[in-house]
């Protein structure tokens, strides 16, 4: 999958690897993650991307991106909107898909191969774009979930698909290890895409 010889970018879809790394059942470990891309090729970029509350005094997520930022990961952020649902409930929504879509074309002439960490459907044109360019792309998610984290349109126009499962010996936290807060969870269209709708509401899904 991986040429030692390639430039490789990482663009992690934060919200949507939490989700998909919570349902496989485990916590990513950010720094063996770094590691273990190292080993396969020349990294050149790692990059983050993620919506914050800024209004709010903590944000749950916040230990996180200040450690991705001191330890080799670009970070992308941006505002949270909030809103109230037709429940009543209060919801907030941050979609970073044109942040990281403008960074991945701008940084295309200088990387070989990609990895997107991610299983939203509405990258697939990314993709394709990418690869008109004469760039590999490959799509980190899962299938082993019912029903799989990423959308099968995306799943076919990658060059590799990289299942999270398999990678979970190699990039799981120790659960000994005390983790940086993960950010909150994503939440599942019917479509088998993803959004990045968090919800406050239940704030026992971030832990310590």
Known sequence: MFDPREKIAIFIDGANLYATSRTLGFD????????DFRDKAYLVRAVYYTALAEDQEYSSIRP??????????????KPLKEFTD???????????????????????????????????GDFRYLVEALQRKGKKVTVASTVKTKPPMIADDLRRQ??????????????????????????????????DDYDDDYDYEDDEDVRP
């Open 158 to 191: 990658a060059d590799y698909f990289m299942e999270l499962a398999n990678l979970s010996q190699s990039v799981r936290r120790d659960p000994a290890e005390r983790p940086p807060r993960e950010g909150l969870e994503s939440e599942r269209d019917d479509d």
């Open 28 to 35: 990513i470990d950010y720094r063996r993650l770094l590691d």
């Open 86 to 120: 037709s429940q009543g409930r209060r919801r907030a929504k941050g979609n970073m898909d044109i942040e990281l879509v403008v960074d991945a074309m701008e940084l295309a002439e200088h990387i070989d191969h990609f990895v997107l960490f991610s299983g939203d």
């Open 64 to 77: 996180l991106i200040d450690w991705l930022d001191y330890n080799g990961y670009k970070v992308v952020t």
